[in-house]
């Protein structure tokens, strides 16, 4: 039985890549020295791997940017718009080009946009998209791939395996370029399979005797089209190469009614995801053909929790017995990217708490450690099974009243008093606004002042009281700026807080915190997510401190803030040892409490943020309905506890709602902020077409750009709007909060803004 790796992070333990990577783009180093750290990185990586015992072993992991970038310039699909640049950075530079496909490119008074950017699957990790003409031509054009395994192959010999996303799920991670659309890129498929074919023979030639291709669009919805050419591209690849397996990789969910399509691709082995899907083993091993290993995806690549042995054993035997010793690999479920680097870095975490957890590092360890335990070794065995019973029975994790609480939730926990009419006519009594009434989105521009203060205070340079006296002084100059300029619903601006998920999650019982729990974003971005391992409860009042605070520095409404429960969900790593609509209902409950709290300190109209339920749903369709059947129960659990007189807001950072929009419409928030200014309000048609009950904040303006939009714009999106949706139910507001802008633009642009609603509110 062997044992394999798909992908380790490359970011480095210390974040090494992100600091060269800033630092070549600052211009502060040179290439040769951004390449010395690279090398060092995957030198690294590599000797970990193989020191865990690790049989095959992935190279063409690292990149400096993504994966997915690093495919089209080895395919040459590379846009039209950057050929300047080509010509400017000669071939010899080609980590500019990849870089100005990756961030845009303006120098020399060119000024090229970069590659659209999105989410990776169901992950945090975003990946650039391919942009594919009608005549797209596809031609190996770097030697990345090559380079990278010649390097790998001396330290790895045979056990170094490239990894390459598959030919078919790279071109369903792409998209028609705008002005092309009306060809499907799935028909490049012809096109692209020849290049592959190359690939693959002169990694075969240089000695490779694996290749990974990740095809992680098996585990989705696929048309008849896309199945054809996933046979199609695997057959042709079959026909004319040889000499050299080939390792089809899913993830992230079950093959389902494409399990007859995948065992049956001329491939060498197939990779599932054991972790997300472990129900798939039994059908698989039903139908797998004899010639076709099966790698098994047991530990758990999208999550912090050591592996529990007695279950995954339980696989392997089922999986042997059926296939034979020889047929079998053990591995992670996913590349390890989407994991934090290495525990042993955490010296502040509780050390039970720490024994019940892995990173990347410790997870390779526990793939060898499967291995052994599957052959006997019983010590492993038992100290894995008394770490998992801890877990299970801890005191930390388990609080009764928590669970009790949330197993007794009522319909009527999660509904509101009166219906929408009734609440809006008793807010239109109580606050007074005009039509048109204006607002922001909550945060103001956290400025390196206050960023500082923050860091000096966690060092220990500032007493809290003196920390407290400059965040008010900050709050209180934010909101006699928005009375000065005519704002009619204020908000504190939120400069107490670091982040929307991390401020909460330090307040709750049950959630962690790492100091180097980095996991790649994009780019040279990471993230840090909190950890969720223990059931959820609310010790104290989170943010009644500063909402009061601010609602006695005006007469005019001030919103209280808050995080909604998918969303704290969503950007944590979370429990593995309970539905995550448990943990989301536990978390409900505990804004529920705080929504009461800020409620009786006198706070009329409460924002509950809800920026992730769209990204939470999951990759197959026909789990959406439940999914999003909870999420919005939660927020409902959240929202309900209140009076009718009480304004309940709620915000997302997207508009494309078409296939929601019932689910959204369900949540029934009083008010709802979206974006939406630069699809120009057509992706309001879906509220329109719904015919939406509730007040609508459709954003007026782009805050991810520095932009100051003029009157006239807004004034022209909200005639637009007033065109779709009941004029008295229109708030106008900016797109997202304005925490990354700076001050001049943010005062510039939410004065137009006053100044939009002002005319609608005489002109329409
Ligand atoms: N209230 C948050 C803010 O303004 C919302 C941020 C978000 O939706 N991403 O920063
Ligand atoms: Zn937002």
Known sequence: MQTQNLGYPRIGS??????????????????????QVALKIKEENWQLQLDAG???????????????????????????????VLT??????????????????????????????????????????????????FKIFSEKVFDEFNVAKKLLGEKAKPVLVGPVSYLLLGKEKEQEQGFDRIDLIKQLVPVYVEIINRLKQQGAKWIQLDEPYLALDLSAKDKEAFEFAYRSIANRTSGVQILVATYFDALLE??????NLPIAALHIDLVRAPEQLEDILSVIPEQIKLSLGIVDGRNVWKNDYEKSVGLINTAVQKLGIDRVIIAPSCSLLHSPIDLDLETAIDPEIKNWMAFAKQKLNEVTQLKQVFEGNDELFQI???????????????????????AAITTADASRKSAFPIRQQLHTNRFKLPSFPTTTIGSFPQTDDIRQLRAQFKKGELTLAEYEAAIEQATIDCIRWQEEI??????????ERNDMVEYFGEQLDGFLFTKNGWVQSYGSRCVKPPVIYGDISRPKDMTVRWSSFAAAQTDKPMKGMLTGPVTILQWSFVRDDQPRETTTNQIAFAIRDEVLALESAGIGIIQIDEAAIREGLPLRKAKHPQYLDWAVKAFRIAASGVQDQTQIHTHMCYSEFNHIIKHIAAMDADVITIETSRSQMELLEAFANFEYPNEIGPGVY???????PSKEEMAALLTKAADLLPVGNLWVNPDCGLKTRKWPETKAALINMVAAAKEAREHI
């Not at 990577?21 to 040179?30: L, M, V």
């Not at 494409?258 to 065992?263: E, F, G, M, W, Y």
């Not at 099974?385 to 801890?390: N, V």
């Open 14 to 35: 210390q974040r090494q890549l992100k600091k060269a990577c800033e630092q070549y783009w600052a211009g502060k180093i040179d290439q040769m020295e951004l390449n």
């Open 54 to 84: 690790i049989d095959i072993i992935p190279c063409n992991d690292f990149s400096f940017y993504d994966q997915v970038l690093d495919m089209s310039l080895l395919l040459g699909a590379i846009p039209k718009r950057y050929a300047p």
């Open 88 to 137: 400017e950075v000669k071939n010899n530079q080609e980590i500019d080009l990849y870089f100005a496909m990756a961030r845009g490119y303006q120098r020399d008074g060119l000024d090229i946009t970069a590659m659209e950017m999105t989410k990776w699957l169901d992950t945090n990790y975003h990946y650039l998209v391919p942009e594919f003409t009608a005549k797209q031509e």
């Open 258 to 263: 494409n399990t007859q399509l995948a065992v």
């Open 384 to 406: 894995n099974k008394a770490t998992i019973q801890s877990r299970n029975t801890s005191q930390k994790v388990h609080k009764q009243t928590v669970k009790n609480r949330v």
């Open 486 to 495: 005519g704002l009619d619903v204020l908000v504190h601006g939120e400069f």
């Open 702 to 708: 782009d805050i991810h750009s520095p932009r100051v």
